[in-house]
């Protein structure tokens, strides 16, 4: 009988994968583009576009909610610029070009 072995992929690969869906490339043309299955990326996108759990709605003092939400949103935002950012340095070593240092987008 012959055994079947699965592939395991990193929590930052499952991550740029559903970023790049979410920068507007399809689901089937990114999935094609890195080697997996489309119902795979599919459940990955659904898995990571789910909203966080955490919100203000803990007691808290009234004024206290719209600070803790716009640092989680900022936050949020952050780390996917971050990640845009790695994906385009990835890019640029990819297709043989320097990134240009200070160059803000």
């Known amino acids: 009988m012959k055994s079947v072995t699965r592939k395991r992929y990193t929590s930052e690969f499952k991550a740029q994968a559903v970023e790049l869906v979410s ?5 089937p043309e990114v999935a094609q583009d890195l080697g997996i299955g489309t119902s795979i990326l599919y459940g990955w996108v ?3 576009s789910q909203p966080a759990q955490l919100g203000s709605k803990g007691l ?6 719209p600070e ?3 640092l989680r949103r900022l936050r949020r935002e952050n780390a996917n610029l971050k ?3 790695d994906i385009l340095k990835k890019a ?3 297709l043989g070009t320097k990134p240009q ?3 803000a987008r």
């Open 23 to 27: 920068l507007g490339k399809r689901v």
């Open 46 to 48: 659904r898995h990571l």
């Open 60 to 65: 808290r003092a009234v004024g206290e909610e």
């Open 68 to 70: 803790a939400d716009e």
């Open 83 to 85: 990640l845009e950012n």
């Open 92 to 94: 640029a070593v990819i």
């Open 101 to 103: 240092p200070g160059v």
